[in-house]
């Protein structure tokens, strides 16, 4: 593995700050904080590529190796 691509679309309202206390960050955050634990605890997750998914439940972006 030479390169790890990661690509979020924040397109969708779990990325919009409708109510003043979620703004985009805390959503992308969010996803990346889970995905360092998949990583770093579960041998058998590391397969790639993985969807990322936002806290609706919708598929939001990928990770993929090279």
Do not use: C, Q, W
């Amino acid at each position: 593995m030479e390169k790890i691509t990661i690509t979020i679309k924040t397109g969708n309202d779990a990325f919009t700050d409708t109510n003043g206390d979620h703004a985009p960050g805390f959503e992308i955050a969010r996803i990346l904080r889970g995905l360092a634990y998949v990583l770093s605890t579960n041998p058998a997750e590391r397969d790639y590529p993985k969807s990322l998914v936002d806290y609706n439940g919708n598929r939001v972006g990928v990770i993929v190796t090279e």
